[in-house]
């Protein structure tokens, strides 16, 4: 794989430019249900992106000055991908709405996974690891929901934006799975961080969204036999990291959560 070169990267960097998008031709499109309910979900956690940042800044992530430059150039990116999406929702009609708690504030799994990746950082020193093996795989995650949403949603405004955004998040992926990469060389780096993911890894969104929303998100996107193979795809690419030669986990995870797409087909 190629290096990674952060000037590159910075020159590259830029929040989407929401001037370009054709907000008066939103609404002369027809947006499924299943679309709508998708990207609330979507910029819902986009919008959480400074939570997952103020966690990261307690660890020793950000002691790596690549590191640090790179999630300084992620949170703006994606807080823009958050407003994008939120103002498409109302060019279409469906406005987010008023939100039950101000931006930033933390429910009770995201302290508590705060603080535990606090401490997982402060004890054992090849932390980055698993921090960007993780990351590789939640914008792989997302880079591939969104190739999804755009073509069962056949919203042209939507489909230009959401391209936008996957080049957005391809960049991300590609930083992480580089880092992720040499950061796993080390044979009990990648053994421990095969051990966390296999645990704990679940979809962006898990632990913010509720059961529902995440088993509506693994049928609406993932349900039919183009979403499993491009989920198939998602874990292919992660088993080429060191020590992930056997890992299966977008394709487990619908196992577990996706109904069969008779939740997305009821919403298209």
Not at 85 to 113: C, D, T
């Amino acid at each position: 794989m190629a290096s990674f070169d952060i000037d590159t990267y910075l020159a590259r960097s830029g929040a989407v430019d929401l001037w370009a998008v054709d907000w008066a031709g939103v609404p002369k499109h027809p947006l499924p249900p299943g679309a709508i309910r998708t990207l609330r979900y979507m910029q819902d956690i986009e919008s959480h992106t400074i939570v997952y940042l103020r966690s990261l800044l307690a660890t020793r992530a950000i002691d790596d000055p690549d590191v640090a430059t790179f999630l300084a150039c992620w949170v703006h990116e994606e807080t823009f991908h958050g407003l994008a999406l939120e103002r498409f929702l109302a060019a279409a009609g469906h406005p987010m709405g008023p939100r039950p708690k101000p931006h930033g504030h933390e429910n009770f799994a995201q302290w508590f996974e705060a603080r535990s990746t606090a401490l997982l950082s402060r004890l054992w020193p090849d932390f980055c690891a698993v921090h960007m093996t993780w990351g590789a795989i939640n914008e792989l995650t997302a880079l591939t929901g969104y190739r999804r949403l755009a073509a069962r949603a056949g919203h042209p405004v939507l489909t230009a934006l959401l391209e936008h955004i996957q080049r957005d998040e391809a960049r991300h992926f590609f930083f992480y799975y580089r880092q992720a990469e040499l950061r796993l060389q080390r044979p009990a780096a990648a053994r421990v961080s095969r051990f966390l993911v296999d645990r704990f890894w679940g979809p962006v969104g898990t632990g913010v969204q509720s059961l529902d929303e995440l088993r509506f998100m693994a049928s609406y996107l993932f349900g039919d036999e183009e979403g499993r193979a491009a989920a198939r795809k998602v874990d292919e690419t992660i088993r080429k990291l060191p020590g992930f030669d056997s890992v299966r986990l977008l394709d487990a995870w619908l196992d577990r959560f996706h109904d069969g797409g008779r939740n997305g087909d009821r919403n298209d």
